[in-house]
């Protein structure tokens, strides 16, 4: 059982942690850059896969900067995005909250919760908003196109996050993200698109549960 009730700040990702959206967000990518052709749509999600946590607005750069040939025509940067958040949206809207989240939040009453994520912020806040979860977060929910390690930064400095406090994520980012800024992590591996994630907590010593159900007492 890992102990966690003397954190003053629960910080949760929400792609794979909150929310099981990982696969919403790899096939909106997908979808987003099919009219590059196959390949070039694999290739992005290859890229967002290996990169996790990474902003869209980063990694739709990276697709067109430096995925597909030179000269290729199609949607341009904010005609991708566009594609993009609205496939989100439909999935982000239905998919699976994590059990337990509820009693969870009883249980850490004393502690601010925030989401810091690589989602759109303001997109977050609203999927947040009509899926009634917004107000177990006191903290805030932030996201991009503000990086993780930005938020954190500001945050900290801000007095909203306040130590000791927890990171809990799904990526290799969000591990660095927390190191970076002196918080704990837990990483949580039940719907995670990192395949190697047990060798890379193992090497790095981190503390891993496989859904957020399983800090509750």
């Given at each position: ?178 190191m970076a800024t002196g918080l704990d992590f837990v990483f949580i591996s039940g719907w995670t698109e990192f395949k190697g994630w047990q060798k890379y907590c193992r090497e790095h010593n981190l503390p891993h549960i ?8």
């Amino acid at each position: 059982m890992i102990q966690f009730n003397h954190y003053k700040t629960l910080i949760f990702d929400c792609d794979g942690v909150i929310l099981n959206s990982n696969q919403v967000k790899t096939q909106a990518f997908y979808k987003a850059a099919l009219s590059y052709g196959q390949a070039a749509a694999e290739s992005l999600v290859n890229y967002h896969i290996q990169h996790g946590g990474i902003s869209r607005y980063r990694k739709f750069e990276v697709f067109l900067n430096q995925l597909i040939p030179p000269e290729t025509t199609g949607p341009n940067l904010d005609e991708l995005l566009a594609l993009y958040a609205e496939e989100v949206r439909r999935g982000l809207l239905t998919c699976e909250v994590a059990e337990g989240l509820a009693q969870l939040r009883q249980q850490t009453a004393s502690s601010r919760w925030l989401i810091v994520s690589g989602g759109d912020q303001n997109e977050l806040r609203d999927i947040f908003r009509q899926r009634g979860l917004d107000s177990l977060f006191n903290g805030g929910i932030f996201g991009s196109p503000d990086t993780k390690d930005h938020i954190l930064q500001r945050e900290l400095a801000e007095g909203n996050i306040q130590p000791p406090a927890l990171f809990l994520g799904d990526s290799q980012y969000d591990s660095q993200a927390a190191m970076a800024t002196g918080l704990d992590f837990v990483f949580i591996s039940g719907w995670t698109e990192f395949k190697g994630w047990q060798k890379y907590c193992r090497e790095h010593n981190l503390p891993h549960i496989k859904t957020l159900a399983h800090l509750l007492y």
